[in-house]
């Protein structure tokens, strides 16, 4: 969430096991590539290295129905790919 100047974290999902889930996940989100007067919000999709400061792959902006609708993707994704495969 953009406060003060800067980007704060407010939640951090860890789906380490399978590098293509995520990836196909982060390509179902909505949203933008751009930051915008609208779009306060960002998810990135970070790599962390055991040891190492995290590595930013990917940046999606949004407003808060869209992080709304990306947190109900990412957590049915999750749900099933931790049940189900």
């Known amino acids: 969430m953009f406060s003060q100047e800067r980007y704060m974290t407010i939640a ?6 399978c590098e293509k889930i995520v990836h196909e996940l982060f390509d179902e989100l909505v949203g ?16 962390r290295e055991q040891g190492l400061s995290n590595t930013q792959l990917r940046s999606i902006h949004c407003t808060l129905d869209e992080l ?4 109900k ?13």
Do not use: C, M, W, Y
Request: proline residues 3%.
């Open 68 to 71: 709304a609708e990306n947190v």
């Open 12 to 17: 951090h999902f860890d789906q380490s096991s």
């Open 32 to 47: 933008g590539s751009q930051p915008a007067d609208n779009r306060l919000l960002r998810i990135n999709l970070l790599l």
């Open 73 to 85: 993707i990412i957590i049915k994704k999750t749900f099933r790919a931790v049940n189900f495969d």
